[in-house]
């Protein structure tokens, strides 16, 4: 395959970042540019030798190019500064990445201030030999050390080491003094502007408030190069530097840093605002030293990204024969299910500079070497090498990520290689094992130890995702041996009765299904009873087999895989693999003449392999390490390691939280799932979607779903269905929570719906006759003013629906038994009650109003009555959704040409008023605006049928939003962004 470049030497230039090839490997490989502003990247004509790229002391070598980071803001250059090697499969090196640099490409002045900081770290390291082990083994050493780059990014000047504070200072002075993340925080309660800053900002405004001062998250930027974002971005690359240098004028000068009291300001150069018009550059902005953060975190310092400039790491020995090509680019080559930076990549790949991608993969790679004597007493090498390779599809963290998705793909799928290489006589023997969560949907709440996993959807849904999955495992795996661990009693076993109930009505032959109550039968710390498993299933690993390889040509083939889950895949799993890898690995050496009776001791080494193993799984899906390490480790459970599984159990619920919101919206912009509208939405809720759930399929089935049960006349025609939201009370406009609501219309009513959409169920619905319809109000809609895009009158657009009850009128709950016509006041309150029984058939209710005996008269709906008039306040969902390809889908209950807010809301008046007058003649009279005409005296106004005015204006927004619920959203965004 063309040869990927080894090291690459990075060059500040005129109009952009030059790339040059260095060492021997890359000769005829020739330069390439990323431009400034741009971000393009193309070949370059550049001839610039290296040695004068050297001498110009404004580069630095690079040993890959992991990819391109883009945001509204800007983009970032990341490049591979350090690695590890940790194992060589085939004479081929395997790294792991230990550090990485974040080069800014938004002007030369600070891609050079970024360069010289990465080299001002690798001046600190020039004295010890950290770099010797990155040096590949065949490539000409010169003496020097890898250049790398610890840039912490941070939009805080970096805070002083524990040794500088002196005992003289007092806490206060200590925090604010520091400006860290916590100080930022302490400052509003010591300092004299306290929160007006962020009051300021909460009620919509971006500059100066009363008092002065900058807004929290939009503050003003100063730069040398008048953008508004530099300053914000030179911070963000910014590194926290050696004592000396961070105490000395110069480095001030060097960064650009004027927080200081005394800091020098350029008087040239003008001090900028962002435009509050583009709010999702905006907040992106404000986000974007966090996300640095975050990828240089999940890059470089949880050292679980892998890579090998030769070798494809993603496919298995069986796939790698056959889809390896000389010809053939390398990212071209790897499986796209554990491609990570295949997005990060593209800039690179659309311009066909493909010595410079170098694919990346999230997992494990471990190796060890060891000996052990045959029948007949010689020794025997053997090397064994443990490659974990994470998915791409549905990846991010534990609760966050469950289940499966509507494609079939589950959480934390995880496929693990274990590689024995028989160096003796050059053969491989590769035994595959997988792990993923239950191919069921479900989800757990965040904020609980031990959360009760709830099943959603219909059960109709939940088998066509669980046989979609199963039926991609058996194209790529063959046999299936499916080991669920989950409890049979308790609150696990909702989930793994509906597991078992699945697999046994698929009634697949290839596909084999056993339920092992890991805690019950190892209860008491007896883990030891894995082996009643083994007894159980153990035959499939001999019965599936292996991949035998000798002198490059496949001789047998794994016949099928044992997929192992419990409710995280990451404990129980961890230690369940372990024992059938142990057992595989046993028949393995035994049928090579190996001494059975030196298996026992010989192989200890293995217990460390998985228990690394399972702790970086755990790491990258719940932050911590593996439970149950102990017994991996050393097949053995004490009380020591029970008490340490505790401390990580409690370490697991604060990430779950505090920190794993934010983590899982970067996983989902990095690998291109998302775009930066998700930073908008987690600035306004702390969280984010699942792209992996199509919305839009969801909310038209709710529509389709509604129309089906609710519509109890087939002599109605159907005009429009919308799902919108609505206060959490009726007849109210700002009552919390916000809920999802599907609205029909039909040629004699409408139809308020609401849906649960985790079982796709109507919980309860309200039909009013267009009769009594009286008017119609849009306009503008804020529900919030916490953040700059939720006071956007364009995108926070309302209905109101004015209505007086009518005799005719249905208000109806699905309940375990139907109540019709219920009282007002108690409406709600049934209707959140009404949640159907699991084992219910069909959804929703589908008598129609004759089936059912009339209820009591007390219980009717009041004549139509002025003084009872009533209405329903409805808001537009957003139209921009953070998930790149999410679309509207076409469909005759809704319009597909809407494009935004405004336009949804406009479009269903017009549908609603159209539908009205064909019933109510006497509205064919109304205005159609909200204005009166030109001489008409008070007594001739008509009220317009339909009305544009603010629902809810910014400033009766701001009048209602109280200090408390400032305090909290900021102390919400301190802690989660």
Known sequence: MPGLVRKILILAAVDGLLLLPTGPRSRGQGPTKISYKTGAVNASTDETPVSQAVASGNSFEAVGIAGLLSVPSGSWLIAITKRSQVA??????????????????????????????????????????????DIDSDDDYDGESILSSDDDVSDDPPRRPNHHRTLSSSIAEDVIGKKGVYGRFAERWFSKRGWQVDRNRLQGLSGKGEIGGESFPMRKMRSRTGSPDSEAAEKAISPALDE???????????TGDSTGADAPTDPDQPIEEPVDSEVIEGVANSLTPKLLRTTKLLLSASRSFYFSYDYDITRSISKQTS??????????????????NRHLLEPFIESGQHHFALPLMQGFVAQQHFQIPNKEGYSRNFLLTLLSRRSINRAGLRYLRRGVDEHGYVANCVETEQLLSDIDKNAEYSFVQIRGSIPLFFQQSPYALKPKPILMHSEPANKSAFQTHFKRMKDRYGEIQAVNLVERHGFEAIVGNMYEKCATELDD??????????????????????????????????????????????????????????????????????????????????????????????????NLLWADNGDAVSKQYSSTAALKGDFTRTKKRNISGALADFGLTLTRFWNNIIGDFFTQAA???LLGNVSAQIFVEFEAKMMSGDPAVSVSK???????????????????????????????????????????????????????????????????????????????????????????????????????????????????????????????????????????????????DTKKPDDVEA?????????????????LAFKAIPADSSIKSSIRLPSPLRKSAESDEEGLILSICSEIERACKVVNSQLNGSSESGSVSDGSTGEDLVTPFIEKKDIVSVQEAKKSTGLFEQVGYSIRRWVWA
């Open 323 to 340: 889809a390896t090509s000389s010809e053939v680019p390398l990212h071209k080559n790897v499986d796209t299910e554990f491609f990570w």
């Open 855 to 871: 209820p009591p008269k007390e219980k009717k709906k009041p004549e139509s009555d002025p003084t009872h008039e009533r209405f």
């Open 509 to 606: 032959p290839k596909i084999k299904f056993e339920w092992f109550d890991f805690h019950s039968e190892c209860r008491g710390m007896k883990f030891e009873n894995v082996n009643l498993l083994l007894d159980r299933v153990g035959d499939v690993v001999e019965e599936f087999g292996w991949t035998e390889e000798k002198d490059d040509k496949i001789e047998r083939s794994q016949a099928g895989i044992i997929r192992t889950n419990c409710m995280d895949c990451l404990d129980r799993t961890n230690v369940v693999m372990s024992n059938f890898a142990r057992r595989a690995i046993e028949i393995q050496l035994t049928r090579l003449n190996i001494d059975p009776t030196k298996l026992e001791t010989s192989l200890n080494f293995m």
């Open 244 to 254: 000396q240098a961070q105490e000395s004028q110069g480095e001030r000068t060097l």
């Open 667 to 669: 996983i989902d912009y």
């Open 88 to 133: 060589e499969v085939k004479g081929r090196q395997i790294f792991v990445i230990s550090d990485i640099a974040l080069i800014p490409l938004h002007s030369k002045s600070e891609a050079e201030a970024a360069i010289l900081r990465v080299k001002a770290k690798a001046v600190k390291r020039s004295s010890s030999n950290a770099g010797i082990e």
């Open 698 to 844: 969801v909310r038209q089935n709710a529509i389709e779903t509604s129309c089906r049960l609710v519509i109890a006349d087939s002599n109605e025609e159907m005009i429009g269905g919308w799902t919108l939201r609505t206060p959490g009370e009726e007849n109210t406009l700002r009552t919390f929570p916000f809920k999802e609501i599907v609205l029909l219309l039909t040629d004699a009513a409408l139809y308020f719906c609401k849906f649960d959409f985790s079982m796709d169920k109507v919980s309860a619905f309200e039909r009013i006759s267009l009769e009594n319809v009286k008017g119609l109000q849009y306009g503008a809609y804020i529900t919030s003013t916490l953040t700059s895009a939720q006071v956007n009158e364009k995108q926070n657009v309302g209905l109101v629906i004015r209505y007086e009850p009518g005799k005719d009128d249905i208000l109806r709950i699905n309940t375990r038994s139907l109540t019709s016509n219920v009282s007002r006041q108690n409406g709600d309150i049934a209707a959140e009650a009404a949640v159907p029984p699991p084992d219910a058939e069909g959804q929703g």
